[in-house]
């Protein structure tokens, strides 16, 4: 198991869906910064299971605790170590499933990779393990807002086929939590809420797409080969549950154009800085952001866990069948916004200092 | 800059496009193993410009060098350094690019970033740098057929609008080495080939996509959280040039569906095996292999160096225009194919390597 | 701040000495292994202050807790997450030091990097970080032990002056807790307790040196060049408070023998192994283990922490005198040999799953 | 293997005793500082074999070719690599060693580790390696000189059972470099060259010290808790062949003070920076330098390679004996001071990146 992530800028997360709690250690968090456990809290509602009727009745408070890193309200630049106890747990609801390899999910590859699996719930495979990358997350993003001016906002884009198209100038947190399904726009969001209650009366899931934009971001940020920011990006949005795809700026669709009309044309702005006329590289070139907004869009299948009959094996490899007892998200788009936001910040957070490390050298 | 890829199993790779040399130094390649210059030089030749008339007619032979870690043709455990010439250097041809920012190139964040600029090609964001990722990585993917059986194929599945379907399970190398374009489906192939060359005499560009496939991967290997495999294959396959999508499995179409559909029913297979009867998973559940096929698709975006004119500025913001003399390929596509190959053989092998740590323990 | 350590098993520890909690996050623990609270505790007892009259009479239970990673009493291969929280505070013994940089702590610089500090006891520096160490150590030395039959244990082998030689091949861990200093050689062990009592009754401190044995262990165990198994134990034994040197095998003693005499030289036992006839190699040899004892000796200064006054100055420079109130261990010995001990597992423990990569691959 | 070291500046080195060649890629490394061929060919000619009576007598240029990453005597930011070739092969000077494992050497550990071994030559684990790791280090010096005002200086403070006391304050290469020994005192360096050509003759070898000194480096480099500056430092110096012991400040010596003694009393100096009056710490404080200088010592065992006849087994477990044919020095100490002034610029250099990261940010 490989529970860190980023190189001055890390996150270690821990814990399992049903165990004692779950938490995170965030190192390499510079010293003197104002920690709010409210600005971390309000991350962590915004995740939290039970807020409105399109996600799980799964009722957590998510309570976060501080252990340690922080003295009258500023880091020490130490070690932050955050913890959120379990609490509503229920495992008989998962009683069936440890008979049977739930379709699409962990179970099978946790079991012959481990020999041993968390007996109810996904365990580390559960999307609670996400609660200390947005507990992480909050911080990162606080800190890029003061010392940089770096704005972070996620929404829905996608869910299931219905698609909506958001002005990435100028979208903003509250547009986006203006509804339940955290799509900015307003029609659509209608149209996906009405969706995923269809399916939810099926039985059935849907998925669908998480869009993220990063403004203000300096130039300069970004390591190639290996870390350029979009490979970082990448590697940080995959290592989500259910992700499936990742794209940078143009994406797939830039793929079918031709050089012509996706080069991005440099030109002098009013205020005499270096910008692109159109932004299909995303923000980002050679790995480097540019100075122009960073647009990562990130595609979720849908829930594997779906309350109509499934077919599966047990252990053994016998035949069976499953429906999904307890609570479940009939999607999980909604929730994945601010855990998306928490990643690109996490990233973005960890380039910003690896950059600083050589753009503020004292020079002989 | 960061320069290497992999924790057991490791790259370091070095080297700008008009320089002394591009390399690699391989860390941590199982000792004992066969190692043939053949292979290496097999895996370089079909990454080689000037090899077809789609591709650039920069003509180096890039003839292959292995520095050390290796003896009598076996490898000794030890760093394998291997080391190709730069040949056909024409730093005149990129005269008139110190002056002006070529677009959606890294010139002007590498200027900002770095305050210095190899001044000719791409120096080291040219994809010359994957000279060495190549050299690597065919040795990976010998190990990996040999050692576990692994096949590695990957095959251009999109040029501009032209898509072709392939099916993964049973398409070859020989059959992608057919043709030019390196797409397996003939008709499409011929579709390609000829919007390429539309693209080329009208000074532009073409993008699209490779797809591949890793058929015999055991059940096991990824290390969640945050080295999921699909996390280190994003990783791998963005830190490309020119990459701006990646999808696993079903991708950003799965995200259309409904749970019912998308979900992958395990059975037990007539070997005894459990496996499941589709594969929207893309051969990994939970960050892990599950034992079926890995299916990645990777997008680049339309080549951005044009020989027609465009708009940009120079260094110091005055606005010019640039046209690309010298040589270069109205589409990477082909060319990609064993780079994105040696990228799946490296991330495969590290994780092997990984998963092999613990699963043959002794135990107490 | 860099709070991480190992490459497959890695802890990350969190925590000041005054604070909410001191903890550890131990990643790539092997699942199914028994994960005792009573053995974590029971080392965690042997580095609690208070439980001798050589030690500090700061009472704390050190009570841990496990939060993450274990079930029904087994590792599930996914982080375990150790917590101690902290109990006894009583910054008021500390409020002096806020306003005197104490001589050879960790103030002056832990203030000039980060520009804020805990304000009692040595916040992150303090020796109290080592409970997650010890904790995390328990688990390694019980794997270590069930698995390959490694028999670790660690002893004060030198207080102040007095030196003691110990049979390693023979030493017990019983032998070395039969008394307050853990010196398993009686005599010199009453010398020492002496001089330490003696220390304590005139204000003033001692250092000495912990010599460990870890005795089992295979050959082949080590990755060279960088992370030869001496170097990583030399580094694990350095980041503890405190150290000021570090031997392996004959040591700087060695330095002053000639090749003829210092070489081991090789001969079949009567096992049919290949072993040496001496062990000045200290059972290493390329930074590779060579089934001989493992032997270390690490150097500990005289605490800095004294109740006499001394000259220092405060954070603006001005000159001042400083006596340590409070409780503090006239000798740190005894309650570092858990330590070392646990440093020791954890390397070699880390080395076992990164040989074990290699040494237990499937061949062609 | 593990052939990388440092984290933001980060050499790769690789090669055996007797291939193509061996190197170094540095990655990390300043853009746009000057890169002298000549500064790293200096730095290689003082480790070269047969430059003095007293070392082997194997004869190589070690002439060193810049690969990569510097244009117009400028580094790119980009990986410098560097790359010696191997000239002076004599195999069958080894020819007896493949049949017997040489005392003291990696033979009979690399045999069972890898199942291979080079032929000739201590292959990997020669320190022929170092090669890469002084030229990584010439230029890590160059820069610390350069950017910091950093001064490093070692020298052989021991040979066998004389040792050397010299004034770390003040002492130069100049007069390091001013007799064959790299003793900076005269006198005792005559005897140590009389000891050394003692040995010799008498078909021994001996062991010894190199001190080293880095005056001038600022308060606050080194990351607490596992990265601390000594803890880094040790990790360097013992993964150089042959180290046994490694001391910061004090060191062993220190161990037997006592508090009052060893404290290092903070003033303010003249310039109104807080200084210590004493110097145990060895510039070090808390894992962080404070500003004094810093003082390592290493220990070297006498070489393994001996004239005289040794018993010893074959890798079948004959018992055999072997004396050393071909050349081998009788002692490594004088061509360890390169290598150890190597390290340490080298961590130094990463850990001045490492805090520049978080010294200069913006502040909010």
Not at 130 to 135: K, L, N, P, Q, S
Not at 227 to 255: N, R, V, W
Not at 310 to 329: C, F, I, Y
């Amino acid at each position: 198991m490989s529970s860190s992530f980023g190189q001055m800028l890390r996150i270690t997360t821990f814990g399992e869906s049903h165990g004692g709690a779950v938490g995170v250690v965030l190192d390499g968090f510079p010293a003197r910064f104002p920690v709010s456990l409210e600005v971390i809290q309000a991350a962590l509602d915004r995740r939290r299971p039970g807020q409105s009727s399109l996600t799980t009745q799964r009722r957590e408070s998510d309570t976060v605790e501080i252990l340690s890193g922080v003295q009258d309200g500023l880091s020490l630049g130490t070690p932050i170590a955050l913890m959120v106890r379990n609490e509503d747990q229920r495992p008989r609801d998962y009683a069936n499933m440890v008979d049977a390899y739930r379709p699409s999910h962990a179970d099978f590859t946790y079991d012959v990779k481990y020999g041993i699996r968390a007996a109810s719930g996904g365990g580390r495979s559960s999307a609670r393990e996400t609660v200390g990358r947005v507990a992480a997350g909050a911080l990162a993003q606080a800190w890029l807002a003061a010392t940089y001016g770096v704005e972070i906002v996620a929404w829905v884009s996608q869910v299931g086929t219905i698609s909506a198209r958001v002005n990435e100038d100028t979208v903003t947190v509250a547009q986006v939590d203006a509804n339940d399904v955290r799509c900015p726009h307003p029609e659509h969001a209608a149209a996906m809420i009405a969706s995923i209650e269809a399916a939810r009366r099926d039985g059935d899931s849907l998925g669908g797409c998480v869009s993220a934009v990063a403004r203000g971001v300096p130039v300069g940020w970004g390591e190639p080969i290996f870390d350029k920011l979009e490979a970082d990006l990448a590697k940080a949005m995959m290592s989500l549950p259910a992700t499936k795809g990742f794209e940078i700026g143009s994406g797939f669709a830039g793929t079918q154009m031709t050089g012509k009309s996706h080069n991005d044309a440099f030109v002098k702005d009013e205020a005499g800085r270096i910008v692109t006329t159109s932004n299909h590289s995303g923000g980002i070139q050679g790995g480097i952001s540019n100075g122009m907004p960073i647009r990562v869009r990130v595609g979720f299948k849908p829930v594997a866990t779906i309350s109509s009959e499934q077919e599966t094996v047990t252990p053994e490899g016998e035949a069976t069948v499953l429906a999904a007892k307890g609570r479940h998200d009939p999607c999980v788009l909604p929730r994945a916004v601010p855990i998306v936001e928490a990643m690109l910040a996490l990233v973005l957070a960890d380039h910003a200092l690896r950059h600083s490390a050589y753009s503020h050298l004292p020079h002989p």
